[in-house]
């Protein structure tokens, strides 16, 4: 059994700022590639951003410059630092944990984020 569980998500302002967090536990040895998904009303889940055990990342274009992915491989955590925050990043924001034995990908239950004055 693998637990997949995010935090961090709320209501906040335009400009405003979030930290997103993502702990893996369980019967997970090793995780490769960690990312955040985001899935608005209506619309297809997303990329939003993702780490490999390297540390090399990739974002939507939507995010790049106000958005940064980070790991703590001692932790299995992946945080999801939002900076400037807009009305467009409303959401529910998932969190994805590949293992590196099964390369299967394990899904959180989503945190929401609401943009809005």
């Known amino acids: 059994q693998v637990q997949v569980v995010e935090s961090g998500g709320g209501l906040v302002q335009p400009g405003g700022s979030l930290r997103l967090s993502c702990v893996a536990s369980g019967s997970i040895f090793s995780i490769n590639t960690m990312g955040w998904y985001r899935q608005a009303p209506g619309k297809q889940r997303e990329l939003v951003a993702r780490i490999t055990t390297g540390g090399r990342t990739t974002y939507a274009d939507s995010v790049k410059g106000r958005f940064t992915i980070s790991r703590d491989n001692a932790k299995n955590t992946v945080y999801l630092q939002m900076n400037s925050l807009k009305p467009e990043d409303t959401a529910v924001y998932y969190c994805?944990?590949?293992?590196?034995?099964?390369?299967?990908?394990?899904w959180g239950q989503g945190t929401r984020v609401t943009v809005s004055s």
């Open positions: 994805n944990i590949v293992a590196v034995s099964t390369n299967i990908g394990y």
